[in-house]
């Protein structure tokens, strides 16, 4: 069964460096997205990514975080400089389309930043 | 907003039992709801989608319902396993142009007991 896949698996970073996390969607799929669980609470929506560009994106996603899709098969996410609060789980997602479809969700990277 | 929430937060019970696990949402203006499952630091696993005019779905012992006027939906387990123990989490994709995000429960713990 197809599956989006995320590197690293988990990173330790000091405060203020730059990380990019990746991912491999589902070939098919055009729907991209970027999720994050603190610990202890809900997952949360950081951003969609349809036709080369970003479609949603909520409050979380502020000028620290960038996406990008550098060639056909990479989805990347990218935190400029590193905060404490930004250690979490963070999940990519893909869906073959939106709306009615369901979205398949990466094994996400464990970020830890020191 | 839309708040979705998931009680109980945590539930132990012994091997064989039917469960039932219960979410609800604020805002009936949904597309779809979708339940997951999540192992400890593990990604998130799709186990139904349910469409805003479908009822419920089935696979295998699952069994999910949806009252989208009523904002309810539960997820039926039916004779449990110790292999079903893991976060059950449920997300609603809303209608409208913010239907890229889903929104998440803040999930069941489930214990399922030898």
């Known amino acids: 069964e197809p599956e989006v896949t995320q590197t690293p698996s988990h990173q330790v970073t000091q405060m203020g460096q730059e990380v990019i996390l990746r991912c491999v969607p589902i070939s098919n799929h055009l729907y991209f997205y970027w999720y994050r669980q603190i610990l202890g609470q809900k997952v949360e929506f950081l951003v969609s990514?349809?036709?080369?560009?970003?479609?949603?994106k909520s409050e979380i996603f502020d000028d620290q975080f960038s996406v990008e899709r550098p060639d056909g098969s990479n989805f990347t996410l990218k935190i400029r400089s590193t905060k404490l609060e930004d250690s979490a789980m963070y999940f990519c997602?893909?869906?073959?389309?939106?709306?009615?479809?369901?979205?398949?969700f990466g094994e996400g990277s464990r970020l830890t930043v020191l | 907003k839309q708040e979705v929430t998931q009680i109980p937060a945590a539930l132990s019970v012994p091997e064989g039992e039917n469960l039932v696990l219960n979410c609800s949402f604020t805002?009936?203006?949904?597309?779809?709801l979708q339940w997951f499952r999540q192992d400890p630091g593990k990604g998130l696993t799709s186990l139904l989608l349910?469409?805003?005019?479908?009822r419920e779905q089935t696979s295998g012992r699952l069994n999910a319902s949806l009252d989208k006027s009523s904002g309810r939906s539960t997820l039926y387990i039916a004779a449990s396993q110790p292999g079903d123990s893991a976060t059950y989490l449920c997300?609603?994709?809303?209608?409208?142009?913010?239907?890229?995000?889903?929104?998440f429960g803040g999930g069941t713990r489930l214990m399922v007991k030898p």
């Open positions: 990514f349809y036709n080369n560009e970003i479609s949603e």
């Open positions: 997300a609603v994709r809303p209608e409208g142009n913010a239907g890229n995000m889903l929104t």
């Open positions: 349910i469409q805003s005019s479908q």
């Open positions: 997602a893909s869906s073959p389309s939106t709306w009615t479809t369901a979205s398949v």
């Open positions: 805002d009936s203006a949904i597309y779809n």
